[in-house]
């Protein structure tokens, strides 16, 4: 099956400076890879996602980049706000597995 | 449009026990997926549900299991229970590629 790597653990931030975190995937017939973040004790919620025949997407402060050479992608967040503090987890998915797995997560932590 | 919608929001149970979380998908969407979300884990698959049938499991043992109905909302059914079961349990609804995620039931096993 596929193996979702998450990195890193934890990264810390000032505020206004950017944070990108990164995943790498197995499989390469994985075609779909959503970001969610989730804050203390809420639901994961999708703030962004790429689909494999495109190599970035950009949406206000937070873009996600696709490498599927290399089989890696990232998350991009600029001018970072005390209120991006959350814990964000990379997934991917697949036509041929048909469920998503999830990176074990980062946990951003932005100071004011 | 209502969103994916869980309950109940708490449980108690003790071991030994078996509990039933529900769950009632995102309108449009078919497709109901169940995780495990440990404290300070990421969400674990159990298993997902479409045309009222299991589609894909996890890592589970058979003591969880699950029901979709004709409606597309869901039951997760748990047996036997554990300690380690507990944890906050997210439905999460779809269509083709975009996945949801429900405010989750969180269980503590005593």
């Known amino acids: 099956g596929e193996n979702v790597e998450q990195h890193p653990s934890t990264l810390s931030v000032q505020e206004g400076d950017s944070a990108v975190i990164k995943c790498t995937y197995s499989?390469?017939?994985?075609?779909?890879f959503p970001w969610y973040k989730q804050e203390l004790g809420k639901r994961p919620q999708l703030i962004i996602d790429?689909?494999?025949?495109?190599g970035e997407k950009k949406d206000q402060r937070i873009a996600v980049t696709l490498n599927k050479t290399a089989k890696h992608f990232s998350l991009h967040i600029t001018e970072t706000q005390p209120e991006d503090s959350a814990v964000y987890f990379c997934a991917a998915w697949g036509n041929n597995f048909n469920k998503f797995y999830f990176g074990s997560g980062t946990k951003l932590n932005v100071k004011p | 449009d209502a969103g994916v919608t869980q309950s109940p929001t708490h449980l108690i149970k003790t071991r030994g026990q078996q509990v039933t979380l529900r769950c009632s998908p995102k309108?449009?969407?078919?497709?109901v997926s169940w995780y495990q979300q440990a404290l300070g884990q990421g969400p674990q698959f159990i298993f997902q549900y479409y045309e009222e049938e299991e589609r894909q499991r996890g890592n589970f043992p058979d003591r969880f299991s699950g029901h979709q109905f004709p409606n597309y909302s869901s039951e997760l059914n748990v047996n036997a229970l554990l300690l380690g079961d507990s944890a906050l349990y997210l439905c999460?609804?779809?269509?083709?590629?975009?996945?949801?995620f429900g405010p989750g039931t969180r269980l503590t096993v005593l």
């Open positions: 999460a609804s779809s269509q083709e590629y975009e996945q949801f």
């Open positions: 499989d390469s017939a994985s075609n779909y």
């Open positions: 309108s449009g969407h078919d497709t």
């Open positions: 790429i689909r494999s025949n495109v």
